[in-house]
């Protein structure tokens, strides 16, 4: 049986299918993973593993190295603070600090309703609209304790839902379609366009 | 004066809401170069680029043309984009992606025809959940367009893009570590040699990365050529170029800038860039490109905006990143946070690295928070100097990857242009600033 729910084996096969190598999909498949879990499950490895024909132990061992990969569970929502230079220089330290009281739960920790979690990040390259915050891998843009305040209370009353998924949906724009460029009569061309390269590397040269 | 008869290149939609639509991309002249480049031979696709002298946008600053070469006679490939773009205050491949991605995929495609390569990925931070969403849409437009896939506009050459999602680790902008994170591992560095993955790239076969905003450069190099394009600029530095600028200004943002032709001092200053200090402070120092470089004071400001020049002064305009320091802004705090995150970075496989970013790290809190010594200053030299031997500029390795040796240039910087500051946050127990 697998762990996917509804569309979400299907979705993973064809992810596979557009890699080389299966294990390239690892990446998108813990994604995938976390969008059904919310974090990385014993299943979820498991199926993971499965689909990309390796041991449980080596795409643990791999999620394990990404910062976007949790292997325990966390809040619905998961609030990425910057305090790295552009930031600190703007005021993230204060703004993570004033977060801790806000959300009542220290940085790495997970507000008592179980909604939120927070995290100081590094940088996330929207430094002109420092300190950066971002809820879900989406840009928030409050740089004001009290902007801050208003968009969780926002998020917290399920106003912004549209705009803000629950943590693990990453892309929701799916792929329209497999590969498309035709694999044989690529290496037909290849070799095609080899010797008319040479047969004018050649002319040249003369 | 700041000069601005330049044309911008890679950011001419920046006044448009719906710049990452088909549609406006359509009206505004996009997917023309690549028809025109269709109608070419591949070499002579690549012969533009090298004739522009496009340097690499991602940091290293190598010439594409010659990265291309390298591989022309290679039979099977793959061509990487990098969009991992992570080095602390760099924001110029978000707004590419986020805001312009038809002229990224379109780049793509004319770079994929030059290399005659038929799978190309696009590797971009995770964190960019709307960049990934914007880039997969308009991958899936330019499909239906006859951009992509079997047989593009007609023509003989096929390709098709991936559009995949990194996980949150800073090392995987390295190449290497990129073909690892895509091949789904570890982002681990690979040692060197070979250097460059157009020898063994991803899978082992020859593989060209290029940066993001090296791409979306280009659909105007086809259009106007390469001549035109080296026209601007002056040097080894052609064309126009983003900068990000950020810290202690009135208007931090990203700006399309003519090389050479502008100077620090025009992008810091200009109103029509970053229009001078918050409350119109005096400038302390700045960055000139990303933390991984060392520190300019204000003496430097009127160095020009380019690579060579910046060199010669004994830094780097990286991923074209500026961040200025204020009056009033710490300076050992700054470093302590910049060596703070090269220690959470590090990928650990070089013990130089690994230990040392700690070490310094560590030090570095002590004399921000209090428990500073004097002797601290010397261990912290020290250690940089285990990290990249003689501190010398460009730096010595010790390690697999430059990671490594981007973690003495702030530190080095600050302490020797700053030292009585770190004295009187040792002598005052703490910042003072606090």
């Known amino acids: 049986m697998s762990h996917f729910q509804n569309d979400l084996r299907k979705r993973a096969e064809d992810l596979v299918a557009l890699y080389p190598v299966k294990r390239s999909a690892m990446l998108p498949l813990l994604h995938l993973a976390q969008e059904q879990d919310g974090y990385l499950s014993e299943e979820g490895i498991t199926e993971v593993a499965q ?77 002109d609209i420092a300190p950066v915050v971002q809820v879900n891998h989406r840009y928030v843009r409050t740089t004001t304790p009290d902007a801050f305040d208003a968009m969780i209370e926002e998020v917290r009353d399920g106003k912004r839902e549209s705009e803000i998924p629950s943590h693990g949906t990453l892309i929701r724009v799916r792929r329209s379609s497999g590969l498309q460029a035709p694999r044989e009569e690529i290496a037909a061309q290849r070799a095609t366009a080899q010797a008319a390269r040479e047969a004018r590397a050649a002319k040249e040269q003369k | 004066m700041a000069t601005f008869s330049a044309p911008k290149i890679v950011s001419s939609r920046k006044d448009f809401d719906d710049s990452h639509t088909l549609s406006r991309y359509l009206e505004t002249g996009g997917y023309v170069a690549l028809k025109k480049a269709l109608g070419m031979f591949p070499e002579k696709v690549a012969a533009e680029v090298d004739a522009a002298s496009l340097l690499g946008r991602g940091g290293a600053g190598f010439p594409a043309g010659r990265k291309w070469s390298m591989l022309r006679r290679s039979p099977i490939s793959y061509l990487v984009v990098n969009g991992d773009e992570s080095e602390p205050a760099t924001f110029k491949d978000h707004y590419l992606v986020e805001r312009d991605p038809h002229q990224l995929i379109e780049g793509v495609v004319i770079a994929a025809y030059a290399l005659q390569v038929s799978q190309a990925f696009i590797f971009l931070r995770g964190e960019f959940a709307l960049g990934l969403e914007r880039v997969q ?17 007609g023509s003989d050459f096929s390709l098709d893009i991936v559009v995949h999602p990194g996980a949150g680790a800073y090392i995987c902008g390295e190449e290497t570590a990129l073909i690892e994170a895509l091949e789904g591992k570890r982002g681990f560095p690979r040692i060197k040699p070979p250097f460059f993955p157009a020898v063994t790239g991803l899978y082992g076969e020859p593989t060209v990365v290029n940066n993001v905003e090296t791409m979306s450069n280009l659909p105007w190099i086809v259009n106007n050529g390469g001549a035109a394009f080296a026209a601007l600029g002056e040097g080894r530095s052609t064309g126009t170029r983003l900068f ?191």
């Open chain 2, 137 to 153: 849409q308009a991958v899936n437009d330019a499909y239906a367009h006859g951009a992509l896939g079997s047989k593009i506009f």
């Open chain 1, 51 to 127: 689909l990309v024909g390796t041991s449980e132990a080596e795409v643990r061992g791999t999620a394990a190295f990404y910062d976007m990969f949790h292997l325990e569970p966390v809040g619905k929502y998961v609030v990425g603070i910057c305090t790295n230079i552009a930031c600190l220089l703007a005021g993230g330290e204060e703004l993570l600090e004033h977060a801790t009281k806000k959300l009542g739960c220290a940085v790495g920790g997970t507000s008592s309703d179980g909604l939120f979690t927070l995290e100081e990040t590094e940088c996330l390259a929207d430094c």
């Open chain 2, 244 to 434: 990000a600028l950020a810290g202690r200004v009135k208007n931090p943002g990203v700006y399309e800038v003519e090389m050479v032709k502008n100077t620090f001092r025009d992008l810091i200053y200009d109103p029509q860039f970053g229009g001078g200090l918050i409350d119109d402070k005096k400038i302390k120092a700045f960055i000139p490109g990303g933390v991984s470089a060392p520190w300019f004071g204000p003496d430097l400001l009127d160095l020009p905006l380019g690579q060579d020049e910046v060199a010669e002064k004994g830094s780097m305009l990286g991923s074209g990143s500026v961040v200025v320091l204020d009056e009033d802004s710490c300076v050992v705090r700054a470093t302590w946070r910049i060596t703070k995150f090269f220690s959470r970075e590090s990928c650990g496989q070089c013990t130089p690295c690994r230990e040392g970013s700690g070490w310094i790290e560590r030090a570095m809190y002590r004399i921000e928070h209090g428990g500073g010594r004097l002797e601290d200053l010397d261990l912290l030299l020290d250690l940089c100097d285990n990290i990249s031997p003689g501190l010398l500029w460009p730096p010595q390795q010790t390690t697999i990857c430059v990671l490594g040796p981007s973690i003495p240039s702030s530190v080095n910087s600050a302490i020797s242009m700053f030292r009585n500051e770190f004295i009187a946050h040792i002598e005052h127990g703490g910042c003072p600033h606090d």
